[in-house]
Every structure is written in structure tokens, then in C-alpha cells.
């Protein structure tokens, strides 16, 4: 799987970018700022899409690559996998669902659904996490753990069911949080404290609600005694009441005389201050209504005021309008006219603003010449282009067909095999066929002695043979008979192999019957000539047919000695010469048959190579260089080189639209000038506008401002005229000296007035409360005080006082024994159930610690079959980063140490320390080898490719000089995509 070429829209600072990508290796080495690693991002983000964001800037893709210029965001990516090449197309809103993903078959031109969305989750069997663990190498990043549930999966050849990994961090993060539910491995929670401290609260509860039956009877006892104290206490109460009342009759007497004498004293009191007030105006005294009106009139006049002196900003305004009441008197432009003006001004500034940037940028330019020295032979046409896209399409195909015109591999291995069993010579089909003739020969003579021993038996009428013997002799006929059958039966089938089978097991069991037979006929003729039945001439028959059988075997195994040297019939061998030979003839004609083809095809491929050669050379600079990627550069530069053209001659007709209309601005700007007397040069029309907008705006608030101060004057000139003759008219009337200035006196009038109808209002109330006085108590005032014996009122309400306090002392004293008494009462009443709780939570925290000590089994377990599993893969990761970290640090295998969580530890001083002991370069040496060392056990023989952005900032200069040997041999493997921004850590590509 590689990485063909990418076109980026619109991604973080990068906008219409493009770049193809060497088979190998491909270095991209640019200035800080480029967008290296937004490059790296956005080939990251083709495959896997954006992950949810988070709330800060830097875990939030998607908001941090906005594209800064706005447009399309989003762009394509081709790449080749399993030798097919497909182009990935997203897009990307401001969120997920307004994404859109599609992927294109290049090689059939339509769309594909071969990958889904996940297309890099589906093509590395890896999550976007372990992605950037594995074969994505970021600028500067620390990395925890390599471990992840997908490598985990990946590596234990898990991948059709990475939920079983995840399962298990799950599970065992499950059965934790269980186990702490009821005893936590740090901190006092859980079930079982919370049971602790809700037994030693019970316990405190119980022993304290025990501790309460004595003060309950103390109680008690007391609450008796403030009984009987509250009963003295209320009789004795009773009695001062009784001695208050009599006394308070003698003392309300005497009240009655004095106040009577008070009301009297009030009367006269105010009577004299009426008439000491009403000496003070012989003429009336005013009313509250024109004492009023004369305040208000003195108000009016302080409201306005002394008369107001012109201050320096009032001069400055007069002399300004004065000055310039010529350059006005034509009109004084509007708010519109400014603002017109300003309008076509940004204008003319947009305009020569776009005129400065009316050019292509300085990568375009670059990118222009780059293209013209490209196409410097001439532009190739659309047509030529697919005609030479057509040619390629065919040479792929025809290397494609290539490589099926040969023998499937079990068949070419078996014509080795052949080849290998006829080294000794390829057999003759006519000495085949003799040889097969030879041994049917052989099995016919059998057979004859056979029909002579038959015949034989059938004659042997005197001297039968045991019972037994006869019934094996005649077992092993008729099973030879019925193998010989099967085998020509499979013979007849073309089923070589069992058909020879049959027929030497048959030929066996005959010629063990024959064998048998002769040797009963033989054992049978000893005692006497007279009992055999076979002549000689038949035994010198059998003998003779015997020695000729023997020497046609003979033959026939001397012939496929050669070939095959083991203990089978030869009949099977021979039948196994046959099948191989037809074998090996048909697989070396079809391997024949697929050379003709294949030179056929290598034919039509080295014309098309040629032509493509040749009308391609102007265009290839590099000779390695496959024919589609520089198809795809041609098209894509074409493509690149007429926008870039036509972007250019757009800028010039706009350059020159653009300068006739900043002469036309300029010729309203300075006819708008010189109607105002104002002379301006071009580079000041911005401040010389809003100096003139402003002159013109403070020439109408000046004039405005003179009016008003010209009217105000007038009005208060008017004002002090009227209030000064209503004083004058009051004065007049009441015979008082009144002047304008003189408002102290109007106060005290109006003083006097409100103390006058006061006063009048209280003499009036005074005598109503004296003649109501005087006849409600007209009795009480004409009886005489008597003499009554009785304590001082006082005293007797002293005592009255102390009573009452005692008293209240007394119930307040009861109030409390009361509420004590219930409080404790409710608490002895609770000990039943404080004995119950007291029960159920000491088994709730036996059966809770039960279940932790289960749920610690549990998790134990669990973490061995997770520690089981990451020993099958650990040592392939161990051993690959062994040889890394012994390349670049010369570290050997035993002072270098991987857990299952694939961190890293290496011995310094005889202790194993973590990689934070180490320097930053270290640990960046040890993140690059365990990285690789990760990629050779994730995809074994299907070679991803790696990006590198950067990941040597921190190494000197021999540790970098290594690092770059290693990613230049990783290159032959993998395709590399390394970016760097120092030309001293760039790697030269030969």
C-alpha cells in the first residue's frame, strides 16, 4: 500500500496545494511555517476523518485547521492498494454531519465501495489512536504508552474481533470499580467504611441512649419540686395585685388635679405667641398661597441666574465662523456628501490595493516556471494525453496477464517433481506398451498353470486334501478373480493408480492359490506315483511356463528400476511410469503453450514500453519514474500550468480596469477640494476629508451655539423684569420692604405664616381638650383627696415585678425539664432498633468483604490471561527493537527491557530505569526504534507507509547521521514521507 499523490483545497494555511509522492522515499524539507505538519494532519485526517473535538484549541482538529483563507475545506488523496489505485474525496464542516466522504476506483473511472468511511480503520486494521502510535510520527510528541486495544488486537491477530481486547479493559475496569464500590484500593470509601463507620455510629448511638436512665429519674424528681414552687409562687402574685389596685386609686386622683392645672397653663402659653407674631404685620398677614407665589418668583430668578460671561471657547467659535463665512457661504456639505466621498476613497484604496497584489504569488511563480521548464517541448493535448493514458492502461494489463501466463505453482512444482523422476530418460510409449504386453504375458502363464491346477483338483477324487485347505485355496481364487476385475474396471475409468492397485493385489492372491496348489500336489505324490493325477508333460509345462513368466518379470523390472525402486507389483509401477508420463507430457505442453503467449505479450509489451519511452522522454527527468505517475504528474501539471495562465491574464486586464478608475476617482476627489479652497495631494485625501468633514461640522455647531447664547440672553432679560415687578406689587401690598436680591426676608415670611396657622391650630386644640377634660371629670375634680392607708404604688409594683420574674424562671425551668425529659425518652426508645441496625450492618460488612476477596480473584485472573496474550507477541516487538536500538545506540539485548504495555526500560548502573531518567534525545532515539519495530510486527509482509514529520529536532549530529542510515534502509521496505525544516537533518534522495 503507498501513498500516489494529494490536492489540498483548503486545510489550515494550505490552499490549492499539490503534491506526488516518490515510490520510496519522499522528503519534504520547507521553512517553519510551511504547513508540514498540517500536511501530515490532513493525509492523517483523509484516512481516519476528524475526532471529536475537545474544549481546548489544541485537542480540537477540526476548529484549529479551519482554513484560515476560507473556502472549500477539505481535498483528495490518491493511493495504490493490491495494485489498484483509488482517490479518497472529503469535505469537512463545521461539524460531523456535514462531512462528506467519497472514494473513486481510478483503474474501471467510478465510484468504489470497497472502503467505507472508516477506510483507515478498514485498510491498517488500526483506530485513529493507534495510527498516530504506530505509523504516524508527530512533531514532538509524548507518548505514554504504545499500547493501545487495537495494537493489542492487531498484534495478537485479533482484528476480526478487536471488541475482545476491549472487552477485557472493560471488564477488568468493571470488576475494579466494583471492587472499590466496597473496599477501594486507595482512600477510606466503599461499602465496608461506609459499614465501619456506620457500626462505631451505632455503637456511640446505643451506649449513649443507655447512659440516660439515671438522669431520666433525676429528672423527674426535679420537675416535682418546680411543681410545688410555681404553686406558692401564684398565690403569693395574687395578693400584691389586689394591694396594687387600691393604691393606684389614690394616686389617679391626684393625676386628674394636675393635669387639669397643665391644660389650663397651655391655653394662656399659646395665646401669648399669637399675638407677639400678629404685631409683626400691622397690614394682614399674607397667605400660604402668596407667600408661595413670592418664593416662586425669587426661585425663577436664581434659576436664571447672573448674566453669563463669554468664555474662550464662545470666542474661538465666533472668530471661526467669522473666518471662514466666505469659504461657506456656497453651501456647507452634508453628512451624504462626506460620506460619498468617503465611500468612492475606500474605493480608490481597494483598487490600488488589488492592483498591488494583482499578481500571482510567489509559489505560483515558482510553480509557473516549474511548469514551463516541464512543458518547454510544447503542452500535450487532452487527446494526446488519453491516447498515452490508453497505451499505459494496455502495459499494465498486459504485466498484469503476465504474471498468470505461467504454471499455477502446485502445477509447476509438479513438473519438477516429473522431471526429477524422468532424469534417468524419458520412457518410450512403444516400450510402455511392450513392457505392459511383456507382463500380461507373464499374468497368462500364471493363469494357464492355474487351469492346471484347477483341472487338477477337479480329479482328485481319492486323495482330497484337508477340508480347510481346500476352502483358503478357493478364498484366494476367487479374491484374485475379483481384484483383477476391479482393476481393469478402474483401468477402463483412466484411474490409473487404483486400476494397477487392484491388479497386483489380484495377480498376488493367484499366484499364492498357485502356489499353494502346487504345493499340494507335490506333498500329495510322495508316498506314491500311482495316487498323482498330473502327468509330466504338464508338470514340465507348468515349469516351463514357470521360468518364462520369471524372465518376462524379469524384464520388466530391470525397465522400471530406474524410476522406481520400492517393494509395490510391477504392475503398479508400471502403471505409475504410465500416469506419470501422461502427467509430465500435458503440463509441459500447457507450459509450452503459456511461453509462446508469454513471448507474444513481452513482445507487444516492449513495443508499447518503447513508444511510451519515447514520447514520454521529454517529460522524464528520472528514468525510474513508473509511466502512470508521470501520466499523472503530466495531467495534473497540464491542468495546473493553463489555470496558472489564464490566472495570469486575468490579472492584467483587471490591473488595467483597476487604474482607469482610480484617474476617475481622483478627478471627482480634487474637483470636491477646490470648491472648498482646499488644495490636497493624492496620498493625503484620507486626512484632508475628514479634516474638512470636521471644519464643516464645527462651523454648524458654531453658528448653532451663537443663536442659542443670543436667545438666551434675551429671554433672561425678560424674565428679571416681570419677577422684579411682582415683588414690588407684594411689598405694596403687605407694607414690607422688599428687593430682588432680598430672599432671606420671603423665607421668614413664609416662616411666620406657617407658625401662625400652627399656633392657631393648637390654641384651638388646647381649649377643646381643656373643656372636654373638665366636664368628663367634673366629678372627680370637685371631691376632695382623702386619706387611704395604703403601701407606696411603687413598691408594690417592685414586688408585683420580682414575682412575675420568679415565676417565669420557675415555668421556663419546667419548658426545659419538659423537653428534656422527651428528648431522652425518644433516645431509650430507640435501642431496639439501634440493636437491629447494629446486626444488619455487621453481616452486610461480612458479605461485602466476601465479595471484594472474589472480585481481587477475579481481576487476578483476568490480568494473568491478559499478561498470556501479550507474551505471543512481545517477543517479535523485543527482538525488532533489539536490533534498531543496537544500530543507533549500540544497546545490547540484555540491558534493554519491554513489558506488556510495550514501555521501555534500559539498564544503566545495574538498575532498569524508565526512559524519563534519559535525555530527550534518548528518548526520541528509543520512541523512532520502538515505532519501527512496531510496524514490522503490526503488518508483517503488507508495508504501510511511514510519515516521519520532523522527529530528529533533538538529536546531535551523530545520533542524526544514524537516524536518517536507518530511515533510508526502512525506505526499501516501506514508503517514507519525511519533513524536515533544517537542511542539516535532510535525507538525500539518490
Given at each position: 500500500?503507498?501513498?500516489?499523490?494529494?490536492?489540498?483545497?483548503?486545510?489550515?494555511?494550505?490552499?490549492?496545494?499539490?503534491?506526488?509522492?516518490?515510490?520510496?522515499?519522499?522528503?519534504?524539507?520547507?521553512?517553519?511555517?510551511?504547513?508540514?505538519?498540517?500536511?501530515?494532519?490532513?493525509?492523517?485526517?483523509?484516512?481516519?476523518?476528524?475526532?471529536?473535538?475537545?474544549?481546548?484549541?489544541?485537542?480540537?482538529?477540526?476548529?484549529?485547521?479551519?482554513?484560515?483563507?476560507?473556502?472549500?475545506?477539505?481535498?483528495?488523496?490518491?493511493?495504490?492498494?493490491?495494485?489498484?489505485?483509488?482517490?479518497?474525496?472529503?469535505?469537512?464542516?463545521?461539524?460531523?454531519?456535514?462531512?462528506?466522504?467519497?472514494?473513486?476506483?481510478?483503474?474501471?473511472?467510478?465510484?468504489?465501495?470497497?472502503?467505507?468511511?472508516?477506510?483507515?480503520?478498514?485498510?491498517?486494521?488500526?483506530?485513529?489512536?493507534?495510527?498516530?502510535?504506530?505509523?504516524?510520527?508527530?512533531?514532538?510528541?509524548?507518548?505514554?504508552?504504545?499500547?493501545?486495544?487495537?495494537?493489542?488486537?492487531?498484534?495478537?491477530?485479533?482484528?476480526?474481533?478487536?471488541?475482545?481486547?476491549?472487552?477485557?479493559?472493560?471488564?477488568?475496569?468493571?470488576?475494579?470499580?466494583?471492587?472499590?464500590?466496597?473496599?477501594?484500593?486507595?482512600?477510606?470509601?466503599?461499602?465496608?467504611?461506609?459499614?465501619?463507620?456506620?457500626?462505631?455510629?451505632?455503637?456511640?448511638?446505643?451506649?449513649?441512649?443507655?447512659?440516660?436512665?439515671?438522669?431520666?429519674?433525676?429528672?423527674?424528681?426535679?420537675?416535682?419540686?418546680?411543681?410545688?414552687?410555681?404553686?406558692?409562687?401564684?398565690?403569693?402574685?395574687?395578693?400584691?395585685?389586689?394591694?396594687?389596685?387600691?393604691?393606684?386609686?389614690?394616686?389617679?386622683?391626684?393625676?386628674?388635679?394636675?393635669?387639669?392645672?397643665?391644660?389650663?397653663?397651655?391655653?394662656?402659653?399659646?395665646?401669648?405667641?399669637?399675638?407677639?407674631?400678629?404685631?409683626?404685620?400691622?397690614?394682614?398677614?399674607?397667605?400660604?398661597?402668596?407667600?408661595?407665589?413670592?418664593?416662586?418668583?425669587?426661585?425663577?430668578?436664581?434659576?436664571?441666574?447672573?448674566?453669563?460671561?463669554?468664555?474662550?471657547?464662545?470666542?474661538?467659535?465666533?472668530?471661526?465662523?467669522?473666518?471662514?463665512?466666505?469659504?461657506?457661504?456656497?453651501?456647507?456639505?452634508?453628512?451624504?456628501?462626506?460620506?460619498?466621498?468617503?465611500?468612492?476613497?475606500?474605493?480608490?484604496?481597494?483598487?490600488?490595493?488589488?492592483?498591488?497584489?494583482?499578481?500571482?504569488?510567489?509559489?505560483?511563480?515558482?510553480?509557473?516556471?516549474?511548469?514551463?521548464?516541464?512543458?518547454?517541448?510544447?503542452?500535450?493535448?487532452?487527446?494526446?494525453?488519453?491516447?498515452?493514458?490508453?497505451?499505459?492502461?494496455?502495459?499494465?494489463?498486459?504485466?498484469?496477464?503476465?504474471?498468470?501466463?505461467?504454471?499455477?505453482?502446485?502445477?509447476?512444482?509438479?513438473?519438477?517433481?516429473?522431471?526429477?523422476?524422468?532424469?534417468?530418460?524419458?520412457?518410450?510409449?512403444?516400450?510402455?506398451?511392450?513392457?505392459?504386453?511383456?507382463?500380461?504375458?507373464?499374468?497368462?502363464?500364471?493363469?494357464?498353470?492355474?487351469?492346471?491346477?484347477?483341472?487338477?483338483?477337479?480329479?482328485?477324487?481319492?486323495?482330497?486334501?484337508?477340508?480347510?485347505?481346500?476352502?483358503?485355496?478357493?478364498?484366494?481364487?476367487?479374491?484374485?478373480?475379483?481384484?483383477?476385475?476391479?482393476?481393469?474396471?478402474?483401468?477402463?475409468?483412466?484411474?490409473?493408480?487404483?486400476?494397477?492397485?487392484?491388479?497386483?493385489?489380484?495377480?498376488?492372491?493367484?499366484?499364492?492359490?498357485?502356489?499353494?496348489?502346487?504345493?499340494?500336489?507335490?506333498?500329495?505324490?510322495?508316498?506314491?506315483?500311482?495316487?498323482?493325477?498330473?502327468?509330466?508333460?504338464?508338470?514340465?509345462?507348468?515349469?516351463?511356463?514357470?521360468?518364462?513368466?520369471?524372465?518376462?518379470?524379469?524384464?520388466?523390472?530391470?525397465?522400471?528400476?530406474?524410476?522406481?525402486?520400492?517393494?509395490?507389483?510391477?504392475?503398479?509401477?508400471?502403471?505409475?511410469?504410465?500416469?506419470?508420463?501422461?502427467?509430465?507430457?500435458?503440463?509441459?505442453?500447457?507450459?509450452?503453450?503459456?511461453?509462446?503467449?508469454?513471448?507474444?505479450?513481452?513482445?507487444?509489451?516492449?513495443?508499447?514500453?518503447?513508444?511510451?519511452?519515447?514520447?514520454?522522454?521529454?517529460?522524464?527527468?528520472?528514468?525510474?519514474?513508473?509511466?502512470?505517475?508521470?501520466?499523472?504528474?503530466?495531467?495534473?501539471?497540464?491542468?495546473?500550468?493553463?489555470?496558472?495562465?489564464?490566472?495570469?491574464?486575468?490579472?492584467?486586464?483587471?490591473?488595467?480596469?483597476?487604474?482607469?478608475?482610480?484617474?476617475?476617482?481622483?478627478?471627482?476627489?480634487?474637483?470636491?477640494?477646490?470648491?472648498?479652497?482646499?488644495?490636497?495631494?493624492?496620498?493625503?485625501?484620507?486626512?484632508?476629508?475628514?479634516?474638512?468633514?470636521?471644519?464643516?461640522?464645527?462651523?454648524?455647531?458654531?453658528?448653532?451655539?451663537?443663536?442659542?447664547?443670543?436667545?438666551?440672553?434675551?429671554?433672561?432679560?425678560?424674565?428679571?423684569?416681570?419677577?422684579?415687578?411682582?415683588?414690588?406689587?407684594?411689598?405694596?401690598?403687605?407694607?414690607?420692604?422688599?428687593?430682588?436680591?432680598?430672599?432671606?426676608?420671603?423665607?421668614?415670611?413664609?416662616?411666620?405664616?406657617?407658625?401662625?396657622?400652627?399656633?392657631?391650630?393648637n390654641a384651638q386644640e388646647a381649649k377643646r381638650d381643656l373643656e372636654q377634660f373638665s366636664v368628663k371629670h367634673k366629678e372627680e375634680l370637685a371631691t376632695p383627696i382623702s386619706d387611704i392607708d395604703v403601701r407606696d404604688l411603687g413598691e408594690l409594683k417592685e414586688i408585683e415585678k420580682r414575682s412575675v420574674s420568679e415565676l417565669t424562671r420557675v415555668a421556663e425551668a419546667l419548658t426545659h425539664r419538659h423537653q428534656r425529659l422527651r428528648v431522652i425518652q425518644e433516645q431509650t426508645d430507640k435501642i431496639p432498633a439501634l440493636q437491629d441496625d447494629l446486626t444488619e450492618w455487621t453481616e452486610r460488612r461480612k458479605d461485602d468483604i466476601k465479595r471484594a476477596d472474589l472480585l481481587d480473584w477475579a481481576i487476578h485472573f483476568l490480568q494473568q490471561a491478559k499478561d498470556s496474550l501479550s507474551k505471543s507477541y512481545l517477543g517479535t516487538i523485543k527482538?525488532?527493537?533489539?536490533?534498531?536500538?543496537?544500530?543507533?545506540?549500540?544497546?545490547?539485548?540484555?540491558?534493554?527491557?519491554?513489558?506488556?504495555?510495550?514501555?521501555?526500560?534500559?539498564?544503566?548502573?545495574?538498575?532498569?530505569?524508565?526512559?524519563?531518567?534519559?535525555?530527550?534525545?534518548?528518548?526520541?532515539?528509543?520512541?523512532?526504534?520502538?515505532?519501527?519495530?512496531?510496524?514490522?510486527?503490526?503488518?508483517?509482509?503488507?508495508?504501510?507507509?511511514?510519515?516521519?514529520?520532523?522527529?530528529?529536532?533533538?538529536?546531535?549530529?551523530?545520533?542524526?547521521?544514524?537516524?536518517?542510515?536507518?530511515?533510508?534502509?526502512?525506505?526499501?521496505?516501506?514508503?517514507?514521507?519525511?519533513?524536515?525544516?533544517?537542511?542539516?537533518?535532510?535525507?538525500?534522495?539518490?
Open positions: 500500500m503507498r501513498i500516489i499523490s494529494l490536492k489540498i483545497e483548503n486545510f489550515g494555511n494550505l490552499s490549492d496545494y499539490s503534491l506526488t509522492f516518490d515510490r520510496d522515499l519522499t522528503v519534504i524539507c520547507e521553512d517553519n511555517g510551511f504547513g508540514k505538519t498540517t500536511l501530515a494532519e490532513f493525509i492523517k485526517t483523509m484516512f481516519y476523518g476528524f475526532p471529536r473535538a475537545g474544549r481546548t484549541l489544541e485537542k480540537n482538529s477540526r476548529k484549529k485547521n479551519d482554513p484560515w483563507q476560507g473556502g472549500t475545506f477539505g481535498g483528495n488523496l490518491v493511493f495504490e492498494h493490491e495494485g489498484t489505485r483509488y482517490r479518497i474525496e472529503r469535505t469537512f464542516g463545521s461539524v460531523p454531519r456535514h462531512d462528506t466522504f467519497a472514494l473513486y476506483d481510478l483503474d474501471k473511472n467510478k465510484k468504489s465501495n470497497r472502503f467505507s468511511e472508516d477506510i483507515g480503520l478498514e485498510l491498517f486494521e488500526l483506530d485513529a489512536d493507534s495510527f498516530e502510535r504506530s505509523t504516524y510520527l508527530p512533531q514532538m510528541q509524548t507518548i505514554s504508552s504504545f499500547s493501545t486495544s487495537s495494537i493489542q488486537a492487531k498484534l495478537s491477530d485479533l482484528v476480526e474481533d478487536t471488541n475482545d481486547i476491549i472487552n477485557y479493559d472493560k471488564a477488568l475496569q468493571a470488576l475494579k470499580n466494583k471492587r472499590s464500590s466496597y473496599i477501594p484500593f486507595r482512600g477510606s470509601s466503599g461499602s465496608v467504611a461506609e459499614a465501619d463507620r456506620r457500626l462505631t455510629k451505632l455503637h456511640h448511638q446505643l451506649e449513649q441512649a443507655e447512659n440516660m436512665f439515671p438522669e431520666l429519674d433525676a429528672l423527674q424528681q426535679e420537675i416535682d419540686q418546680l411543681e410545688d414552687r410555681k404553686e406558692k409562687l401564684q398565690s403569693s402574685l395574687e395578693t400584691t395585685r389586689q394591694e396594687i389596685t387600691l393604691s393606684a386609686e389614690a394616686a389617679s386622683r391626684k393625676a386628674l388635679k394636675s393635669q387639669h392645672q397643665a391644660l389650663q397653663n397651655r391655653v394662656r402659653k399659646i395665646a401669648g405667641e399669637q399675638s407677639v407674631i400678629q404685631d409683626a404685620y400691622p397690614n394682614g398677614m399674607p397667605s400660604e398661597l402668596d407667600v408661595d407665589q413670592l418664593l416662586a418668583v425669587y426661585d425663577k430668578v436664581a434659576q436664571v441666574g447672573p448674566e453669563p460671561i463669554k468664555s474662550e471657547a464662545e470666542q474661538r467659535e465666533e472668530t471661526f465662523v467669522s473666518d471662514n463665512a466666505s469659504r461657506f457661504a456656497g453651501g456647507i456639505p452634508s453628512e451624504e456628501d462626506f460620506d460619498y466621498y468617503q465611500q468612492r476613497l475606500n474605493r480608490r484604496i481597494s483598487c490600488v490595493s488589488s492592483l498591488e497584489h494583482a499578481d500571482l504569488s510567489t509559489n505560483e511563480k515558482k510553480k509557473l516556471q516549474e511548469l514551463e521548464a516541464f512543458f518547454s517541448d510544447g503542452i500535450p493535448k487532452e487527446g494526446i494525453i488519453d491516447e498515452w493514458e490508453e497505451k499505459e492502461n494496455e502495459l499494465k494489463t498486459l504485466n498484469s496477464q503476465l504474471k498468470d501466463l505461467q504454471l499455477p505453482s502446485d502445477e509447476a512444482t509438479k513438473l519438477r517433481h516429473l522431471e526429477i523422476f524422468f532424469a534417468p530418460g524419458l520412457p518410450d510409449e512403444a516400450a510402455l506398451s511392450e513392457k505392459q504386453r511383456e507382463l500380461a504375458r507373464a499374468e497368462e502363464l500364471r493363469l494357464e498353470n492355474l487351469t492346471i491346477a484347477i483341472d487338477e483338483e477337479s480329479l482328485m477324487q481319492q486323495h482330497p486334501p484337508k477340508q480347510e485347505k481346500r476352502v483358503l485355496l478357493v478364498m484366494l481364487i476367487v479374491l484374485g478373480l475379483c481384484a483383477l476385475g476391479a482393476g481393469i474396471v478402474f483401468f477402463v475409468q483412466q484411474s490409473f493408480l487404483f486400476g494397477g492397485g487392484f491388479l497386483a493385489l489380484g495377480i498376488v492372491l493367484l499366484l499364492a492359490a498357485v502356489y499353494n496348489r502346487l504345493r499340494q500336489m507335490i506333498s500329495g505324490g510322495s508316498p506314491s506315483a500311482a495316487h498323482s493325477v498330473i502327468s509330466r508333460e504338464e508338470r514340465e509345462a507348468i515349469q516351463q511356463n514357470e521360468r518364462e513368466a520369471a524372465a518376462l518379470e524379469k524384464s520388466v523390472l530391470y525397465y522400471v528400476a530406474p524410476y522406481i525402486s520400492d517393494d509395490r507389483s510391477l504392475s503398479s509401477k508400471l502403471s505409475e511410469i504410465e500416469t506419470k508420463y501422461s502427467q509430465y507430457q500435458l503440463l509441459k505442453r500447457r507450459e509450452e503453450q503459456l511461453t509462446d503467449q508469454r513471448q507474444s505479450m513481452q513482445e507487444r509489451v516492449a513495443i508499447l514500453s518503447a513508444q511510451l519511452q519515447e514520447v514520454l522522454a521529454p517529460y522524464r527527468p528520472n528514468k525510474d519514474l513508473p509511466f502512470r505517475d508521470l501520466l499523472a504528474r503530466i495531467r495534473t501539471g497540464r491542468s495546473q500550468l493553463l489555470e496558472l495562465t489564464r490566472k495570469l491574464q486575468d490579472y492584467v486586464e483587471t490591473a488595467k480596469r483597476t487604474r482607469i478608475e482610480i484617474d476617475s476617482i481622483d478627478d471627482e476627489m480634487n474637483a470636491f477640494f477646490r470648491a472648498f479652497e482646499t488644495s490636497v495631494q493624492q496620498k493625503d485625501y484620507g486626512s484632508q476629508l475628514l479634516q474638512l468633514q470636521k471644519e464643516a461640522s464645527f462651523y454648524v455647531r458654531a453658528e448653532e451655539n451663537i443663536e442659542e447664547r443670543r436667545s438666551q440672553k434675551e429671554r433672561r432679560r425678560q424674565i428679571i423684569s416681570e419677577c422684579r415687578e411682582r415683588i414690588k406689587v407684594f411689598s405694596e401690598t403687605f407694607s414690607l420692604a422688599l428687593a430682588l436680591e432680598d430672599k432671606e426676608t420671603a423665607l421668614r415670611i413664609r416662616d411666620d405664616v406657617k407658625e401662625a396657622k400652627m399656633l392657631a391650630k527482538q525488532s527493537f533489539t536490533k534498531y536500538m543496537k544500530r543507533l545506540l549500540g544497546e545490547e539485548e540484555e540491558s534493554i527491557f519491554v513489558n506488556q504495555e510495550l514501555d521501555v526500560q534500559m539498564e544503566r548502573g545495574g538498575v532498569a530505569r524508565e526512559l524519563a531518567y534519559f535525555s530527550v534525545g534518548q528518548t526520541d532515539i528509543v520512541m523512532l526504534c520502538m515505532r519501527f519495530a512496531l510496524v514490522d510486527a503490526l503488518f508483517g509482509d503488507k508495508k504501510p507507509f511511514v510519515i516521519l514529520d520532523d522527529p530528529f529536532i533533538n538529536l546531535d549530529d551523530d545520533n542524526t547521521e544514524k537516524a536518517l542510515s536507518l530511515i533510508k534502509d526502512f525506505s526499501e521496505e516501506y514508503q517514507i514521507i519525511y519533513m524536515t525544516c533544517n537542511s542539516s537533518r535532510e535525507l538525500v534522495v539518490s
